[in-house]
C-alpha cells in the first residue's frame, strides 16, 4: 500500500459546506521539491484524509510535517515482511501491555531484533513447534505420547508468549 496523506487548506477544512475539489495528494514519504508544490497549491494545509500500510495509524488533521517525513523514511526502508512483523509487534504491545505504544516504539523492537514471531494462531502450534525443535531439551517420540501439550501451552503464555489478533504468536526477547 502506498503512504499518502491527502490535503486541502485550512479554509477548505473549516468549512465543511464547500466542495472538497482542490485535494493535494502527499506521497510519505516526500521530497523537498513535493513539500514545495504543496506550500505553492495550498496555504495553511490541513489533512482531510490519508492511508498508510499500518491499520490503526492514525495522522492527526494539522501534523509536524517533518516528523511525518522523519518517521515514513524509516518506514520505507523496510520490507512487507518487516512491514507485517511491525503490526504484530505494535498489536501484541497495545493489546497485551497497559501502557501506551507506537509505531515508532514497535520499529525500534524490530531494529533490535528484540522479539521472535511465530505464524501460528495459537500457542498450542507454537509449543509443538517448540517441541519438535528440541527447545526443550532432546524428548524420544515414546515420551512425546505422554506430553501434556495444554499444559506446556499455558506454561509459554505464562513466559511471556502472547496470541496476536494479527494470526501471529510473539515473544518479546527483553
Given at each position: 500500500?502506498?503512504?499518502?496523506?491527502?490535503?486541502?487548506?485550512?479554509?477548505?477544512?473549516?468549512?465543511?459546506?464547500?466542495?472538497?475539489?482542490?485535494?493535494?495528494?502527499?506521497?510519505?514519504?516526500?521530497?523537498?521539491?513535493?513539500?514545495?508544490e504543496?506550500?505553492?497549491?495550498?496555504?495553511?494545509?490541513?489533512?482531510?484524509?490519508?492511508?498508510?500500510?499500518?491499520?490503526?495509524?492514525?495522522?492527526?488533521?494539522?501534523?509536524?510535517?517533518?516528523?511525518?517525513?522523519?518517521?515514513?523514511?524509516?518506514?520505507?526502508?523496510?520490507?512487507?515482511?518487516?512491514?507485517?512483523?511491525?503490526?504484530?509487534?505494535?498489536?501484541?504491545?497495545?493489546?497485551?501491555?497497559?501502557?501506551?505504544?507506537?509505531?515508532?516504539?514497535?520499529?525500534?523492537?524490530?531494529?533490535?531484533?528484540?522479539?521472535?514471531?511465530?505464524?501460528?494462531?495459537?500457542?498450542?502450534?507454537?509449543?509443538?513447534?517448540?517441541?519438535?525443535e528440541?527447545?526443550?531439551?532432546?524428548?524420544?517420540?515414546?515420551?512425546?505420547?505422554?506430553?501434556?501439550?495444554?499444559?506446556?501451552?499455558?506454561?509459554?503464555?505464562?513466559?511471556?508468549?502472547?496470541?496476536?489478533?494479527?494470526?501471529?504468536?510473539?515473544k518479546?526477547?527483553?
Amino acid at each position: 500500500m502506498a503512504n499518502a496523506v491527502y490535503l486541502i487548506s485550512k479554509e477548505d477544512y473549516d468549512d465543511t459546506s464547500k466542495n472538497r475539489t482542490n485535494v493535494f495528494r502527499l506521497p510519505l514519504p516526500f521530497s523537498e521539491e513535493e513539500m514545495k508544490e504543496l506550500q505553492k497549491t495550498i496555504k495553511e494545509p490541513r489533512v482531510s484524509d490519508y492511508e498508510t500500510c499500518f491499520e490503526d495509524y492514525e495522522i492527526d488533521d494539522n501534523p509536524d510535517f517533518n516528523e511525518l517525513n522523519k518517521f515514513f523514511k524509516r518506514v520505507d526502508k523496510l520490507s512487507k515482511v518487516e512491514i507485517d512483523h511491525i503490526e504484530t509487534i505494535y498489536r501484541a504491545r497495545k493489546d497485551y501491555y497497559s501502557f501506551q505504544t507506537t509505531y515508532d516504539d514497535a520499529i525500534d523492537i524490530l531494529e533490535k531484533g528484540a522479539y521472535i514471531i511465530y505464524p501460528c494462531k495459537d500457542i498450542e502450534r507454537v509449543t509443538e513447534i517448540l517441541v519438535d525443535e528440541e527447545f526443550f531439551g532432546v524428548i524420544s517420540d515414546t515420551l512425546r505420547e505422554y506430553l501434556d501439550y495444554e499444559l506446556l501451552s499455558k506454561q509459554l503464555l505464562n513466559d511471556g508468549y502472547i496470541e496476536c489478533s494479527t494470526g501471529d504468536v510473539i515473544k518479546f526477547l527483553d
